[in-house]
Every structure is written in C-alpha cells, then in structure tokens.
C-alpha cells in the first residue's frame, strides 16, 4: 500500500518570496509521483509528474519538483510566488503495477500575501 | 478548463437516500475515475470505469456504485447515505487506463451534504 504525507497545512508567504511546499510517500513498490493544483471553484489540475529520467522535472508556470528516492520524498518549489499561485496543492503517488489510482496527500494551502 | 463537467453542483440529501451524480467526460475519454474528498482532506479513489466496465476500486463499500455510457457521461450512485458520505465528489476522465502515459483531467465536483 502507498501513504502520501503533506505535513503543512497552511505555508504562507509573501509575493515574490521563494516557496517550498513539502511531500513524503511510503511505498513497498515504485511508483509514479504527481503533484496537482486546486483554484477556488475549480476541479484539480495536473502541475508536474515525475515517471523515470531525470529527478528534477518543471512545469510550464515555474513551478519545479525533486524526486529523492533515498528520503522517499516530492517537494515543489518555485523561485518567486505570484498572487495568482494562491491554491490548494496536492501531492499524489501511483504504483507502478496498479497505476490506474492516485493517493493523494491531505493538501497544503499556499496562500501568497502582496 | 479540462472539458470534464459535473452535476449538480451542490445537492442536500437526508440520512438513508439515495444519490445520482453524473459527470460529462471530454469526448474519446474511455476511462473516468471517481474519487470522494472529504473536507479539509485528499481525494480517495472510489472506482474506475474503462468502455463501461469495472476497472478497480477503492475501500468502498458496495452501497457505492457506478455506470459509464457510450456517449462519454457517467455517473455515481450512493445508496443508504451516511452522515459521513458529505462531500467534494469528483471525477477525473482519461484516454486510457495507465497515470504512466495518460492524464487525468478532473472535473469542479458535485458537493453533497447530507443531513
């Protein structure tokens, strides 16, 4: 069985400010790792996921994440915060021989101040 | 916008009803998802459909249930409701069957309390 643990709640910070949202996992198999963003009203959308290659992997708005195999874990940076990055961040595993579901983490607030 | 649509958006049922939640997926998606995410927590899998049948599912019991068409729509039935049934319930459509090679693209949701 897989676990995702998100363990802030809540990361504030100011515009423009660097910004780590961390993600650990627990898996007896490999797995796949997703990380997924959640606006107001709004369905959850895919950032970025890691497969195999290279550990670092980017999305198209900034956003960058680190596989680390040895510490089991997913953080997502971004350099410098906008306003507009205020959302609900979900990290989320799938098991590579049962890659059809997700588990999903219990979520991290970012919430960008100006 | 992911093209994947929900209704209703909000529904308030009593203790022991029974519910129908539909979801349009976009259009040659043969695969939705259904997962429950409860306030202030993750999505859970519920269960999978690929062309109208089963795929896999969660730690759900049988009260929860499904259907998926032809036409790209499906739905969500929860019979015997539950207090602890309240939630954000959302469906997620994709090509095929593997996270490997296909994205899921998640609708807004149906929020369901119940009384």
Known sequence: ??????????????????????????????VYL????????????????????????????????EFNKSQTSFHLRKPSVH????????CAVS???????LIFGSGTRLLVRP | ETGVTQ????????????????CSSQSGHNTVSWYQQALGQGPQFIFQYYREEENGRGNFPPR?????????????????????????????????????????YFGPGTRLTVL
């Open chain 1, 1 to 30: 069985a897989q676990s995702v643990t998100q363990l802030d709640s809540q990361v504030p910070v100011f515009e423009e400010a660097p910004v780590e949202l961390r993600c650990n996992y627990s898996s007896s198999v490999s």
């Open chain 1, 95 to 101: 098991s590579m021989d049962s890659s059809y579901k």
């Open chain 2, 64 to 104: 929860f249930s499904g259907l998926q068409f032809p036409n790209y729509s499906s739905e969500l039935n929860v019979n015997a409701l539950e207090l602890d049934d309240s939630a954000l319930y959302l469906c997620a459509s994709s090509l095929g069957l593997t996270l490997s090679t296909d994205t899921q």
């Open chain 1, 83 to 90: 306003i507009s990055d205020t959302a609900e961040y979900f």
């Open chain 2, 7 to 22: 209704s209703p958006t909000h529904l308030i049922k009593t203790r022991g009803q029974q519910v129908t939640l539909r």
């Open chain 1, 34 to 65: 997703f990380w997924y963003v959640q606006y107001p009203n709004q369905g959850l959308q895919l950032l970025l996921k890691y497969l195999s290659g290279s550990t670092l992997v980017k999305s198209i708005n900034g956003f960058e994440a």
